[in-house]
């Protein structure tokens, strides 16, 4: 069993940054891949980074290319995802996962474990 525990999120202007984190524990995250995923109100819970287990291959939603970076550090148990240039278009919970396999599937069900969330509000 892994735990997952985000933190980070908060209100910020449009253009502002945040910087969320997720806390592993129960098992190294070593052994996994990891994602992060957003739910807005009233809307699916869509994929929005996802890094391998070496931190050595990442990818992302076409949304949130170029903005946003997802980062991992195995040593402190820990997988980061800084916004940069937020937009009110990213207002949601934000989600931190793991998967014991790697791949390019992109849906919730690809993951095996997940946290609490974290909420990020964006104004206008």
């Known amino acids: 069993q892994v735990q997952l525990v985000e933190s980070g999120g908060g209100l910020v202007q449009a253009g502002g940054s945040l910087r969320l984190s997720c806390a592993a524990s129960?098992?190294?995250?070593?052994?996994?891949?990891m994602g992060w995923f957003r739910q807005a109100p009233g809307k699916e819970r869509e994929f929005v980074a996802a890094i391998s287990w070496s931190g050595g291959s990442t990818y992302y939603a076409d949304s949130v290319k170029g903005r946003l970076t997802i980062s991992r550090d195995n040593a402190k148990n820990t997988v980061y995802l800084q916004m940069n240039s937020l937009k009110p278009e990213d207002t949601a919970v934000y989600y931190c996962?793991?998967?014991?396999?790697w791949g390019t599937g992109r849906g919730p069900d690809d993951y095996d474990y997940w946290g609490q969330g974290t909420q990020v509000t964006v104004s206008s």
């Open positions: 996962a793991a998967r014991r396999t």
């Open positions: 129960g098992r190294t995250i070593s052994r996994f891949a």
